[in-house]
């Protein structure tokens, strides 16, 4: 069996850093510092003429954390974010969220380079020292450098590393390393390493939840998202490695890897790890074997079709734990705009071998931005002495997330059919305060707010403002009295949409605008009874804005959202019989029905996702009764019962051709209605009305009104 042994000027700088610790150490946890180089007054730490070290606080005590170097110039010295170094037996270290920055204009050069660190060894790893380690959620972020000197010698990257010269329990995890546009010779999340390798149960490594992150790189030798060379037992799961851009690795790259001395142990190097490959621009990814990933995840531009390999392994890519356990293709998704077609083929591996094809009989599933679900099967190829691992697109459907933006536009709708039913009772409360106003004119402010949730499973909560303000007049013609009026109409709202999808809930919310107007009519039948006759009616017009975000969409560059500017245009017709009883109390019983048409509309989801938002109808049927009667001269109490259906309130969209989930929303709904009015306040010719309705079914909630009638 093979265990890695540090390199010798690894070996060298660990000796030169444990003298120069003894001289700087405090007695006490290390101080987080921030520094960065070029700078004054800057932390190298030196051992004889050999300058080797750009740190922060060495600590032979409890903890190096909070520490951050930034690296804007060549820079030819080892660097660590945070670094604990002990040689005494039982000593117990932590090295915890540290950083290092290298940055420039140009590409620079530097050594070594660990977000944190963690030694137990003497001043010349001659002996086995016990002790315990945690180097945890470190990182290290690098761009546009060269990690190795001016003779073209490579160095290594760790986000965290732990060397143990004896037995003892350590633990690697959560550390991160970006880079980009860089040269390196290795990489690792998580490393950890122990120089006796005889068997003890005390040495226990995890090196978990590391994250990697590699664009536009040449690395010349290995990557690891985690490592553990140890005696005993070691877990290297749950690690990410995201390639992206035009990358190469010279050899290995793996998931987790574990290197153990007693075979029987329970290490674990393959559970949790994933592997993403991003692929834009047409460019492409090379490594020369890969193994330990559990999950791979793609995210293609459509130049991988036509049989370009989105990642090519020059030797054997191992699509399992090597035993009995596959890997995962979890998902192949398209770079937002692309719409590939039905039978396209992607070829998403090619190696010399490929091992491990338990995962073939399973189909996958991918996107294309945040609005097309795609779905694949899965085959291998052999072509020119290499195989290849194919996907074939066998349906391409709208994602069932888009269905939560057509739950905005049918929050919409609602939002404009709510105007029509503000406007009947509107006209409801003028009826039963001083009549419609006489003589003419008369000028009328009403208002409303109220919060409604509508639908069942998936749902939206709209809350609503709305006034009107316009001028009515009553006609005394044969037969009865006719009342007309014109009006001006604002609304303001807002919306949260929640789609229920399979056990995943997508939130969108947005604001509601809309202005308007239109005009009314009312007219009361003359009756030698007790009882009349009347009907009413309105149309109406006006222009709907809104708005919609949300942070749930999968495959979203940002905060998926858009804007939309509908006209809309309704009206009602309603007919009632009002009966007066010798008491001078009054029952109504009336019917209407209630007509909202919205505009179609297009926008685009996160950027470049279009959607396509057909007309919308609303058609409402309601019947009721209601009990009126005078408490006194000057005001008067109304309470009623209802029950309305909506026989329309669908919602329809599609994008790229493919359609939405519809949003229905019909069904019925019971309506409570309670109302106060005052009429000839203070001698005047003004009435006020108060009003409040409760609805229960298709739709549930409450809203309130006022209305205010003037006559001149």
């Not at 007309?615 to 019947?623: E, I, P, T």
Request: with cysteine; glycine share 14%; net charge negative.
């Amino acid at each position: 069996m093979r265990f890695r042994l540090p390199p010798s000027r690894l070996c060298l700088a660990l000796a030169a850093t444990f003298l120069l610790a003894w001289a700087l150490s405090a007695p006490s946890g290390a101080m987080a510092e921030e520094v960065v180089w070029p700078g004054p007054d800057m932390p190298i730490r030196d051992y004889g003429s050999y300058k080797h070290f750009l740190g922060t606080v060495l600590s032979p005590f409890n903890s190096t954390s909070n520490n951050k170097i930034t690296v804007l110039d060549d820079l030819p010295y080892l660097t660590l974010g945070g670094l604990f170094l002990s040689d005494e037996g039982g000593s117990t270290g932590q090295v915890i969220n540290n950083s290092v920055i290298i940055k420039g204009s140009k590409r620079l050069n530097a050594y070594l380079v660990y977000g944190g660190g963690g030694w137990i060894r003497d001043e010349s790893d001659s002996q086995a020292i016990d002790g315990d380690l945690t180097v945890n959620n470190n990182s290290v972020i690098v761009s546009n450098a060269i990690i190795g000197n001016n003779n073209g010698q490579l160095f290594e990257i760790y986000g965290g590393q732990a060397y143990i010269s004896g037995n003892g329990k350590a633990q690697t995890n959560n550390n991160i390393v970006i880079v980009d546009n860089i040269e390196t010779k290795q990489l690792f999340g998580g490393y950890i390493q122990y120089k006796k390798m005889s068997i003890d149960d005390r040495s226990v490594a995890y090196a978990k939840n590391n994250e990697v992150y590699i664009s536009d790189s040449v690395i010349e030798d290995s990557v690891y998202g985690g490592y553990i060379s140890c005696p005993y037992v070691g877990f290297a799961t749950d690690n990410t490695v995201t390639l992206k851009g035009q990358v190469l690795i010279g050899s290995e790259l793996f998931g987790g890897r574990v290197l153990v001395a007693v075979e029987e142990a329970e290490s674990d190097g393959f559970s949790g790890n994933i592997l993403n490959i991003v692929t834009p621009k047409g460019t492409g990814i090379e490594v020369g074997y890969v193994k330990n990933f559990e999950h791979y995840r793609f995210l293609l531009d459509s130049y991988a079709s036509g049989g370009l390999p989105a990642l090519q392994v020059r030797e054997t890519a191992l699509l399992g734990d090597g035993l009995s356990r596959s890997a995962v293709i979890d998902s192949v998704d398209y770079l937002p705009g692309q719409v590939p077609q039905l039978g396209q083929q992607v070829v998403l591996i090619e190696a010399n071998k490929i091992e491990g094809d338990y995962f073939l009989q399973r189909g996958v599933s991918g996107a294309s931005g945040v609005n097309l679900l795609l779905d694949y099967g899965l085959g291998l190829e052999n072509v020119g002495g290499r195989q290849r691992l194919l996907a074939t697109l066998n349906g391409v459907n709208a994602h069932p997330q888009m269905e939560s933006p057509s739950q905005g536009r049918s929050a919409g709708l609602s939002f404009v059919t709510q105007g029509t039913e503000f406007l009947i009772n509107h006209n409801m409360n003028a009826s039963m305060g001083s009549g419609f106003t006489d003589p003419c004119p008369g000028a009328f402010f009403s208002t409303s707010a109220g919060r409604s949730r509508y639908g069942s499973g998936s749902i939206y909560d709209l809350n609503s403002y709305m006034g009107l303000v316009g001028l009515d007049c009553t006609t005394y013609l044969e037969g009865g009295a006719l009342t007309m009026g014109g009006f001006l109409e604002l609304g303001l709202g807002d919306y949260e949409a929640k789609a229920n999808l399979g056990g995943r809930l997508v939130r969108g919310e947005g604001d509601l605008r809309r202005i308007g107007g239109g005009i009314m009519a009312h007219f009361e039948f003359d009756s030698p009874r007790s009882d009349r006759y009347y009907v009413d009616s309105s149309l109406r017009v006006g222009q709907l804005r809104q708005d919609y975000s949300s942070d749930d969409f999968q495959n979203s560059q940002d905060r998926a959202k858009f804007n939309t500017t509908s006209l809309y245009f309704g009206g009602h017709v309603g007919l009632g019989r009002n009966f007066i009883l010798p008491s001078g109390n009054q029952v109504d019983l009336y019917g209407r029905y209630a007509f909202t048409y919205l505009q179609g509309d297009s926008a685009l989801v996160d950027g470049s996702a279009p959607v396509e938002f057909k007309a919308a109808k609303s058609h409402v049927g309601r019947v009721g009764a209601s009990y009126s009667g005078n408490v006194s001269p000057r005001w008067r109490l109304r309470a009623g019962l209802g029950y309305e259906q909506e026989f329309g309130g669908r919602t329809k969209a599609s994008t790229s051709g493919r359609r939405i989930n519809d949003v229905d929303v019909s069904g019925g709904t019971a309506v409570g209605e309670f109302g106060v009015a005052f009429k000839n306040i203070g001698g005047k010719p003004v009435s006020l009305g108060l009003s409040v309705e409760g609805y229960a079914g298709r739709r549930k909630g409450l809203a309130g009104g006022l209305n205010l009638t003037i006559a001149f």
